[in-house]
């Protein structure tokens, strides 16, 4: 295995890496996100009421809707400014990807052509050898056909 194969496995390996620790971070940022959330509602809606009378009462769950409401909306601001985060960062990660595969195809082909190369030259060579061996051949069976 080339110091090329072993540095570009690595690259690979680095980036599946990336990738994974990437995703990994993402999903339990979320979690930890909705977890909170979720414990911030029931925080909300399971706070003891202050009075038995309806009009507080109704008015208690209007403030606590209200406050529902506007931890949902900034729930919802975080999230899609947290995935449009991840988007960049997966955007740049592709393009890591990328240049990785276009590296490796570059040197793909290098090696393809160096060994057509190689065969072509092998080859003609070959042939060479060939002709000269038919040429000895030839100037032989001439010299014996004569000297007969």
Request: a negative charge.
């Given at each position: 295995?080339?110091?090329?194969?072993?540095?570009?496995?690595?690259?690979?390996?680095?980036?599946?890496?990336?990738a994974y620790s990437l995703w990994v971070d993402a999903y339990a940022s979320a979690n930890q996100r909705a977890l909170g959330y979720l414990k911030n509602v029931w925080e909300i809606a399971a706070r003891p009421y202050a009075s038995s009378a309806l009009e507080t009462t109704v008015r208690e769950n209007f403030d606590r809707a209200n406050q529902?409401?506007?931890l949902t909306i900034g729930e919802?601001?975080?999230?899609g400014a947290k995935s449009a985060e991840l988007v960049e960062k997966v955007s740049a990660h592709n393009a890591k990807v990328q240049d990785t595969v276009a590296t490796a195809f570059r040197?793909?082909?290098t090696t393809g052509i160096s060994n057509v190369n190689f065969v072509k030259e092998s080859t003609?060579?070959?042939?060479?050898?060939?002709t000269k061996r038919l040429d000895e051949m030839q100037a032989?069976?001439?010299?014996s056909a004569s000297s007969n």
């Open positions: 295995m080339s110091r090329k194969d072993i540095e570009s496995t690595t690259s690979y390996v680095e980036l599946s890496s990336q529902v409401v506007t919802l601001q975080t999230n040197g793909l082909m003609a060579q070959q042939f060479e050898d060939l032989r069976a001439t010299t």
